[in-house]
């Protein structure tokens, strides 16, 4: 398996987790004291980085710096707008698209020759 793609796959397991401690809380933790709800998205982050960590150690093998920031926001985004669909139930705004198109002119730029 190349670097890329072992890069794209270890930054997806991570932004899941990543979306999962930043925003359930808001959802499912809602009524509890913020400082319950930052315990248990750290625990929830502390997986975030034991896939984040190793994806930026084996993709700075062939990825500068600002490639594996732009894969990490690319994917960010590609998982944000299903998971506020699906499970913060939140309607996706015309304005994501823009974005999603402003990270792809991005990715253009950062990975060409």
């Known amino acids: 398996m190349s670097v890329l793609v072992k890069t794209i796959l270890l930054l997806t397991a991570s932004n899941f987790f ?8 808001l959802k499912w ?3 509890k004291h ?11 982050a ?18 500068s710096l600002t490639q594996l920031q732009i894969i990490q926001i690319g ?13 913060m139930n939140k ?11 402003c990270l792809v002119g991005a990715a253009f730029f950062i990975f060409r020759k």
């Open 18 to 25: 990543m979306l999962c401690a930043w925003y359930l809380h």
């Open 29 to 31: 933790l809602d009524q």
């Open 34 to 44: 913020w400082y319950i709800a930052a315990m248990v998205s750290w625990g929830i």
């Open 46 to 63: 502390f997986f975030e980085y034991n896939f984040h960590i190793p994806a930026n150690r084996i993709g700075s093998q062939e990825l």
């Open 75 to 87: 994917i960010s985004l590609l998982l944000f707008i299903p998971f506020s669909l699906f499970v």
């Open 91 to 101: 309607p996706i705004k015309l304005d994501y698209i823009w974005a999603a198109i």
